[in-house]
């Protein structure tokens, strides 16, 4: 579903499907490690801004799939959006709210 999406040495994976043997060693960044000095990932602001968030069960796995794609492209397109952010799911929001997140993060 994706909401447990963390980045391992900077690669993008579902944690659900790691060992954490397989992590040993490693760095595993979670959606906690997004915040910088206390202050939100710009992802995470613009999450709350734009109402992307609901429940809160998905909200994790979206904010680390948006930075690791804005990341990677500071200037997605929406298909791009899309495509990255096809493998989480959310039942409350809807998509219209995250993709608008992370259009408001994209330079």
Known sequence: CGSCSVLLDGVLVCSCLVLAAQAD???VETVEGLAAEGELHP??????EAGGVQCGF????F???AADLLRRSPSPTDDEMRE???GNLCR???YAKIIEAVRACAR
Request: aromatic share 0%; hydrophobic share 50%; net charge neutral.
């Open 92 to 94: 409350c929001t809807g």
């Open 63 to 65: 904010a680390v799939v």
């Open 43 to 48: 992802v995470q602001a613009a999450l709350i």
């Open 58 to 61: 998905c909200t994790p796995g």
């Open 84 to 86: 990255a952010l096809s």
């Open 25 to 27: 060693g490693h760095v």
